[in-house]
């Protein structure tokens, strides 16, 4: 008996052919988009340098830590805002080292992308993305009421996160199914001011201290790294050291500035007040205040870098009578705040 065989030869082509050309015509790809390959690169600066050079002058034994120990770690994740040309925004979110993101087609879309691992920041209007602006959390404290003559209206705040953030305004047109690698550099937006407080005399006397830094900018927009002409005050706590009293505190930097670093020309610093506060508990239950202007270390300093604070003295009349205060309370009671005089600097 013969047997017959039959290829369905036709049909079989037709399904292949299909298949090979389903995805040329974009209203049959649902879920195929076009795709970044993102690479992400970090400037873990902590301070930027405008003319102190921090970095080649660096005393390691004075401080007692390296230059680059004060460098941040990268974040642990980033956030990607998506905005398109109609107004409306998508996310994604990223590894630190970058990732590959299926983008939506089309032209005309811009990116925004930050850190989000923070608690101490607060953001605004991230829908438009060209007003993006991050700001530190609130934080009150009674007393203060030089920095609150110094600085009327202010408000009061944390020191902010660490906090990168690279804006793109022109995305690349990418057709579907179309890969393409992009280097993203994610720049700082907060930096640190390394507080020394110098005792000449008194050091012995003092239990805790904590401290207020009065005129720096209240937001940075993440767009560019231009700070806000708002301004406020960063409220922190201090460390006792050998010399005195020592505090990192992160902050945008001046307010009103566009950082150099972000590609604009330079600029000079506002011409504002600029306070510094050291808040001192004694051994014997009593405080003592101390206030200085620092407006020529901020001028040179606008983002991020060592104010030093010299000559602080409390003398043994104020620092004596030990009333058996307990040093090792965490919220300071009430009490009568001793004003001493002191030289403020120019």
């Known amino acids: 008996m013969k047997i017959i065989k039959r290829y369905h030869t036709i049909p079989v082509l037709l399904f292949l052919l299909t298949l ?5 015509r974009t209203e049959l790809c ?15 600066e902590w301070e930027r340098d405008y003319g102190m050079n921090h970095a080649g002058a660096w005393d390691a034994e004075l401080h007692g830590f390296r230059y680059e120990d004060m460098r941040p770690e990268r974040p642990e994740w980033v956030n990607m805002v998506i905005n398109m040309p109609d107004g409306t925004t998508s996310e994604k979110y990223l590894s630190a ?39 530190a959390t609130s934080r009150s404290r009674p007393g203060l009421s030089y920095i609150s003559e110094r600085h009327p209206g202010d408000r009061s705040t944390n020191s902010p996160d660490v ?14 199914h179309e ?31 904590r ?36 505090a990192h505190i992160r ?28 808040e001192i508990l004694l051994k014997n239950g009593k405080s003592v205040e101390f206030n200085y ?12 870098g060592v104010i030093t604070i010299k000559g602080v003295r409390i003398e043994d009349q104020i620092g004596s009578s030990d009333s058996g205060f307990n040093v090792d309370v965490t919220d300071w009671p009430d009490h009568d705040v001793i004003d001493l005089p002191i030289e403020v600097e120019p």
């Open 30 to 44: 649902y879920d195929h988009f076009p795709t970044l390959n993102l690479d992400l690169g970090w400037e873990q």
């Open 97 to 135: 080292d970058g990732s590959k993101v299926d983008v939506p087609f089309g032209e005309g879309q811009s990116y925004l992308l930050y850190n989000g691992d923070t608690e101490y920041i607060m953001l605004y209007d991230m829908a438009s993305l060209t007003e993006a602006r991050a700001t």
């Open 163 to 176: 906090l990168f953030a690279c804006y793109i305004k022109e995305a690349p047109s990418l057709g579907i």
């Open 293 to 304: 202007d620092i407006a020529d270390q901020i001028k040179k300093q606008p983002r991020g």
């Open 179 to 209: 890969h393409v690698s992009l280097g993203v550099n994610m720049q700082p937006l907060v930096y640190t001011y390394i507080i020394r407080y110098e005792f000449d005399y008194g050091l012995e006397h003092v239990a805790l201290a």
């Open 20 to 24: 090979m050309t389903a995805c040329e």
């Open 211 to 246: 401290g207020a830094l009065g005129g720096m900018a209240e937001s940075v927009y993440l767009r560019d790294g231009r700070t806000s002409d708002k301004t406020s005050v960063i409220l922190y706590d201090c460390d006792v050291k050998s010399y005195g009293c020592e």
């Open 251 to 278: 902050s945008f930097g001046a307010p009103g500035f566009p950082d150099k670093y972000y590609g604009r020309a330079e600029s000079e610093v506002p011409d504002l007040p600029y306070t510094l506060n050291l």
